[in-house]
């Protein structure tokens, strides 16, 4: 029997409402919900491939994997891949330093706060600060900008409020993200 489950995307802060479809725990469809407060009925691509993410793929990868000098892969025991990783590492810092390790984390890992403490915890371990997202490697120049043009430091208006909104290089009515479309400009 089919369920249909009312949730939100995790994919970036937009966070827009979707249905999602499922029978017996698998993932049938993913469709916009147009009821959502924010959203609308919106959904971008992600959104919308997202049930592929949760298919039962035949080439789907479902454990650790190592790959063979032809080529080939074959399962392997997590325990033993961890010890590898473990010693990969152990000798890169004892060779190199601390700061020789880093950690990029995009979109799916920032949304998941258990991932981006653990991340941070596992960095502090280690000694390095060396800690990378989207936010540092392809948007710093947003915030360098912002502070160089006389960013307004009081905080956001509720955009209700406002008889006037100007908005440079984004566009909100279509990426749902970031300002005005966060949920703390709205009423409550």
Known sequence: MTAEHRTFCRNCPAACGLLVETVENRVLAVRPDRQHPM??????????????????????????????????????????????????IADLVRRHGPRSVAVYYGTGSKMNPLSALSMKAWLDIIGTPNLYSSSTIDQSARWVTQDRMGRFTTGKPVIHDLDVLMIVGQNPAVAHNGYPTIPSNYPR
């Open 39 to 88: 959203s609308g009925g919106y959904m971008c691509v992600k959104g919308m491939m997202s049930a592929e993410l949760h298919a039962d793929d035949p080439g789907r990868i479902l454990g650790p994997l190592r790959r063979a000098p032809d080529g080939a892969r074959t399962p392997v025991d997590l325990e033993d891949v961890l010890d590898d990783v473990h010693g990969r």
